[in-house]
């Protein structure tokens, strides 16, 4: 085998359409589940017209939006998240889905505080409407033939898995950038870990109390910084192979973990391991389900 076709396998894997639509699926399942939730705080911000600091496309107007614009957007994501999910009409709800969740989600982060668990399902939700993530396992795809195996449904999984790899490599920078080295070797993360649980018990706030207990032993924390920082820089070579993979998700969830047990922080998209699907065979998944759902009585 040819170094490019090495590549091509790494960048543009010939997979099954079965995998993709599993995504489509349980990312839009993750998707529309959270729009459901939150879409009371997605509106909120609705009459708001103080504390206006733009995010991302937002950054477009500069002024706040009427209300019922507000509510507008976050109606029409909530109407297309179901059919995002069911595969139906595909080529229309999908890219409104995908535009109507980032601009809801950018539109509430533009006042006040920036919430950041929302990011990596909005950045997938956006792939999975540019690709086609439809052409097997949903209502578009009855009675057409099965689709074959295919280098586009591979493209789309690689550029997820590369936007999941890359954002928490650009984490690990950004760690490096603002402390340096002493993020690993002082106690830089002790600190924050210290500050986010005495500002939630004096706020009245939920607490991690395992967290409380850890910062009395600093020995605890280089070593969780150093690997913390480890994992995040080579989380974008998980492409390579899928037993690197195991490896860096396995770690990185652990990590997600360990911030929930220290900081009682939880970022659900990670945690749920949805968020690293696109480096796995998905359709093994919804495989999984069917069969549970069958012995169902």
């Not at 009855?142 to 493209?155: D, T």
């Not at 690993?184 to 991690?208: F, M, Q, V």
């Not at 396995?250 to 220290?262: S, T």
Request: with cysteine; hydrophobic share 55%.
């Amino acid at each position: 085998m040819s170094l490019q076709d090495r590549v091509d396998d790494i960048l543009r894997p010939r997979v099954p359409a079965e995998r993709l639509a599993a995504l489509r699926i349980l990312v839009g399942a993750f998707a529309a589940i959270y729009v459901f939730v939150r879409a009371p705080a997605l509106a909120s911000v609705a009459h708001q017209t103080t504390a206006f600091a733009p995010v991302g496309p937002v950054k477009l107007l500069s002024q706040p939006l009427p209300a019922w614009s507000v509510y507008a957007v976050v109606a029409l994501a909530c109407a297309t998240a179901i059919p995002f999910v069911l595969g139906w009409r595909y080529r229309i709800t999908a890219p409104v889905f995908a535009v109507s969740l980032l601009w809801a989600t950018a539109y509430r982060n533009s006042f006040g505080m920036i919430f950041h668990t929302e990011n990596l399902t909005v950045l997938h939700v956006i792939v999975l409407a540019l690709s086609d993530a439809a052409a097997a396992t949903s209502l578009d795809a009855r009675g057409k033939p099965p689709a074959e195996p295919s280098r586009r449904y591979g493209v789309a999984l690689v550029a997820m898995s590369l936007i999941a790899g890359l954002a928490y490599a650009l984490a690990a920078v950004a760690k490096l950038r603002v402390s340096g080295f002493v993020w690993i070797t002082g106690d830089a993360l002790r600190n924050h870990i210290a500050h986010d649980n005495l500002r939630k018990l004096l706020l009245g706030d939920g607490y991690s109390v395992p967290g409380a207990w850890a910062v009395r032993h600093a020995w605890i924390f280089p070593p969780f910084a150093a690997l913390t920082i480890v994992i995040e820089l080579l989380a974008p070579l998980a492409i390579l192979h899928r037993r690197i993979a195991v490896v860096i998700c396995g770690g990185l969830w652990a990590f997600h973990f360990g911030v929930l047990i220290l900081m009682w922080i939880f970022f659900p998209y990670p945690l749920s391991g949805i968020a690293f699907l696109s480096f796995f065979p998905a359709e093994k998944v919804i495989t999984w389900l069917r069969r549970r759902v069958g012995r169902a009585p």
